[in-house]
């Protein structure tokens, strides 16, 4: 039992316990304390856990080291016990320095046997975290006990963990660096996982003193499972080895900043390997690496992997067990996604797989007849979508839903910025009469790269996943399953901005948000009113100015034609056929069309192939659709190259201009003056 005499921290450890004097100066401490509340105070309070202080009441080391020592203490929050389940070291929570929040240096030695560091990390948001538990903030506590030494105590938010040993472990095992961890692993307490293989392409290649080496560092070791291809352990050689190590830094999976790429030690002027971690919804951490530099042997691109063990502290450094070996890319697109269901490898995209399968498996064969291939593959959260549960059942819309998601070429973020360049990339999917739209957003490690198919605009969350014969980019909603209206698509679709903005200011807009009507929307793309500037540089400038708002409105409103039910092209293309000509209602009149289906490069001037795609004739001119069928909850969208717009129907003089209907109405009323005025 502490010493009555003893106050500072043994005070505040006894908090609970309100029958020593000390409680009263703590809880005056607490509540003078210029960096706490009363309210914190009593948050303070309700954070101490009674399994803790029974615990240091129990170990005499921790009872002198709060009576006579200067020292530094970390207690976790009642919620943090509740949630851990193993044993209890309370000296692995005590340093023998007094360090605030503020001093708390990079490390710092416990007091358990063999002393074992304790890791201090600090994030972007300022968060300061030991190891893997995060320091609460306001609730840092500092008081000098009898014999005058500096005390702090700090709350955290979970349990601190040392390295645990097997019960029936022959050697002495305390604080091994990641070599000695390695070469101990049978008698560690790893979960049943296995760590022979990787230990053996170590010592093969010589790389033991990567392991040895002083300092702190994140190693990433694969266990013996992600071995079960025969050829992979030779895919190991020492430039692996060196991409599966973060040297001169330290990274627990709480403290890890998404997707932030950290140097590797396979980095030099022929081979750059980065390595970063991100975290699933679901609560999944995944590491991957990225060969942003290849040779012969180590091609560019992606691997994921996902931590199987994460956060064994070593001598050296932190230790997470991972289920496949980073760097090697060793697996066909069509293998990758059947470890989905095999294994459990690569469970991001588990979801993806199973519907996959529900569908008869037939999209994976027509995945395997590919020499190269693209996979969009929607992430695990992108198939939660309540749209997507009714289409489920529905096997033939998600043959076509699924096939939107792959791509007859191998295409890298390299490759869709060169497509990028001059303008937004097109490109054809397995059925050739899709194509997908992409767009980058940004440079460098800033760029976002969007999707654009079936009416839904996809953000890619991990691209360049590379295989043998391609590669998978995970995207965050499933395409080609509308989740907004027309006016959300206009809103947020980079190709239709210059449409969306002359309908903002003459209030066209305000009806396309309407669920109960159903629209067909012919929307000219960005360079199609480019193209009126040429053809009408006085009028076009005038289109986009507020002044002139009642013309644009009434040329946007013969774009858009209002029925019980919208018209797809080949329903136009079909009506063509049988009629001739196809009359569709609009707001104030009708708009008169004829659309036909016609091969050419209709969607790439510089395309290598030619596409059947679709044309407009209006008004004896023939205007190419660019992107048919842009399906949104309330409607379509058709983007075509050209707006439905004539020289006659605009008029420049004196500085404006006015539609034709405009004229029209303005002579009219000129008009009913005169004749007002001679019956006058």
Known sequence: MTSPGCRGLTAALLLLCATTAAF????????????????????????????????????????????????????????????????????????????????????????????????????????IYVNNARIIPSL??????????????????????????????????????????????????????????????????????????????????????????SARSGLVDAKVIDGHVIPNTVIFTAASQHDDPKTSAAFEDLLKVTVSFFKQKDGKMYVKSNTIVGDAKHHEGVVLAEIVKANIPVQNGVVHLIHRPLMIIDTTVTDFLKFLNENGENGALRKFYEVIM??????????????????????NDAWNASLIENLLRNRKK????????????????????????????????????TFLYFNVKGEGADAVITVEGGGVNATIVQADVAQTNGYVHIIDRVLGVPHTTVLGKL??????????????????????????????????????????????????????????????????????????????MKDLVQYSQQAGNVVLPTFRDSLQ??????????????????????????????????????????????????PLLEERDVVVSGGSYLTESSICILLANLIMITVAKILN
Request: overall charge negative; glycine content about 4%.
């Open 24 to 127: 009263a100066e703590l809880s005056d401490k607490l509540r003078d304390d210029s960096e706490l509340s009363q309210s914190t105070a009593k948050s303070f309070r309700r954070l101490m856990p009674v399994r803790f202080y029974s615990q240091v009441e129990q170990n005499p080391i921790a009872n002198a080291t709060l009576t006579l020592r200067s020292c530094t203490i970390f207690v976790p929050t009642n919620e943090a016990f509740q949630r851990y389940k193993g044993n209890i070291h309370v000296l692995y929570h005590i340093s023998t320095s007094a360090f605030s929040k503020e001093q708390l240096p990079k490390s710092v030695s416990s007091d358990m046997g063999g002393n074992p560091p304790l890791y201090i990390t600090k994030n972007r948001n300022g968060d």
């Open 140 to 229: 840092s506590v500092e008081m000098t006990n009898r014999e005058g030494k500096r005390q702090v105590m700090h709350i955290i938010d979970e349990v601190l963990q040392p390295l645990s040993v097997q019960k029936n472990a022959q050697d002495n095992i305390n604080n091994p660096d990641a070599m000695q961890f390695l070469q101990m692993a049978e008698q560690l307490d790893l979960n049943d996982f296995h760590l022979r293989t990787y230990r053996s392409q170590v010592t093969l290649a010589k790389k033991e003193s990567v392991y040895q080496s002083p300092g702190a560092h994140t190693f990433l070791i694969p266990i013996d499972e992600s071995f079960k291809l």
């Open 358 to 379: 529900d569908n008869g498996g037939e999209v994976l064969d027509d995945i395997t007849n590919l020499s190269e291939v693209t996979i969009l593959a929607p992430s």
């Open 398 to 433: 998600m043959r076509e839903i699924l096939n939107m998601h792959i791509i007859r070429d191998r295409l890298n973020v390299d490759k869709i910025r060169q497509k990028n360049a001059n303008m937004i990339a097109q490109v054809p999917t397995v059925n050739n009469s």
């Open 491 to 568: 809103e947020t679709d980079p190709m239709m901005s210059d449409t969306y903005k002359m309908g903002q200011f003459s209030h066209f807009n305000d009806q396309l948000n309407n669920t109960q009507r159903r629209f067909t929307y012919f929307v000219p793309r960005d360079k199609g009113w480019q193209k009126t500037e040429l053809d009408y540089p006085s009028a076009h400038k005038k289109l986009f100015m507020p002044d002139f708002s009642y013309h644009s409105k009434s040329i946007l409103e013969r774009h858009l034609a209002i029925a019980d039910h919208v018209f797809t």
């Open 593 to 642: 069309i004829r659309v036909e289906e016609e091969a050419g490069h209709l969607h790439d001037e510089n395309a290598s192939h030619e596409w059947t795609g679709y044309v407009i004739i209006w008004n004896y001119k023939k205007i190419n659709v660019y992107r048919p069928d842009v399906e949104c909850t309330n409607g379509i969208i058709h983007v075509i190259d050209y």
